[in-house]
């Protein structure tokens, strides 16, 4: 167990360096996310809020809107370990860890882990953003805890299948591609923007199912105490759980056949 850990770790610093020496793809992630508050929370916000039937009813769209762009930091950051997992398929490094005594998984946990960091310090920066725009949680400490552990079971979750989805690519540059449905697509085909009730029957019924939406419901209901049906917490939780235990194993079963397909 020793060794498992201390592998572990050196592959999480390898990331870690590597992630300072290639600052482009962290930085976009978070760029992302400012450019969507910019964009619908001060340039367009106050007519979402006339649209959605909030404006001079107390409605606060920023506290609306803010949920679902931690959402879109967490799915813009899964580039960045598809993009590298792929490179070290491509580039021959991981042929010669597997000439050397290394825990094997440690390779890809490092990747995992070290998007994981990443990713907290990219939340932190957009909460604190959005409280300089406007944003005011009303949560306790135990909600707040209880955001994070989501946020961060996500993170995991969305990390471990987007290096799954890096393992299947034969270039760096078609992983960056290959995970944009989940940076992309998943966030703006939820309700990051507008409620359920505002969108047209076929795209609400892809919402309505679809992972991001009672996770974004939850965290509205932890951090603002907005009503939420009951069954919202415990299907996020499985979502996040469901997402982390098949990117995993698809992860492990791609790493270990030693090829990209």
């Known amino acids: ?11 999480l610093r390898r990331n870690l360096r590597h992630a300072q020496r290639y600052p482009g793809l962290s930085l976009g992630a978070l760029g992302m996310p400012v450019i969507m508050f910019l964009l619908f929370g001060l340039v367009f916000g106050d007519t ?3 649209g959605i039937g909030g404006a001079g009813a107390g409605f606060d769209y920023i506290d609306f809107l803010t949920p679902g762009i931690l959402l879109m930091s967490i799915a813009s950051g899964t580039m960045s370990p598809a993009v590298a997992v792929c490179m070290d398929m491509s580039e021959g490094i991981v042929a010669r860890f597997r000439t050397m005594a290394i825990f094997r998984p440690a390779v890809l946990t490092g990747h995992v882990l070290a998007n994981v960091l990443l990713t907290i310090g990219s939340l932190l920066l957009v909460i604190g953003f959005a409280v300089l725009i406007g944003f005011r949680p009303t949560a306790s400490v135990g909600e707040w805890l209880l955001a994070a552990a989501l946020l961060i079971g996500l993170t995991i979750g969305l990390t471990w299948f987007a290096i799954a989805l890096g393992l299947t690519s034969k270039t760096p540059e078609g992983a960056s591609n290959i995970v944009l449905p989940i940076a992309l697509l998943l966030p703006f085909l939820s309700n990051t923007f507008i409620p359920l009730e505002a969108m047209p029957s076929g795209i609400r019924w892809f919402a309505e199912y679809q992972p991001f939406t009672p996770i974004i419901d939850s965290l509205r209901h932890l951090l603002l105490e907005t009503p939420v049906d009951s069954s919202s917490g415990w299907l996020a939780a499985g979502w996040c759980v469901a997402i982390a235990v098949v990117g995993y194993f698809w992860a492990q079963s791609n790493y270990n056949k030693g090829t990209v397909a």
């Open 48 to 50: 979402f809020a006339a």
């Open 1 to 11: 167990m020793s060794y498992a850990l201390q592998d572990t770790a050196t592959m």
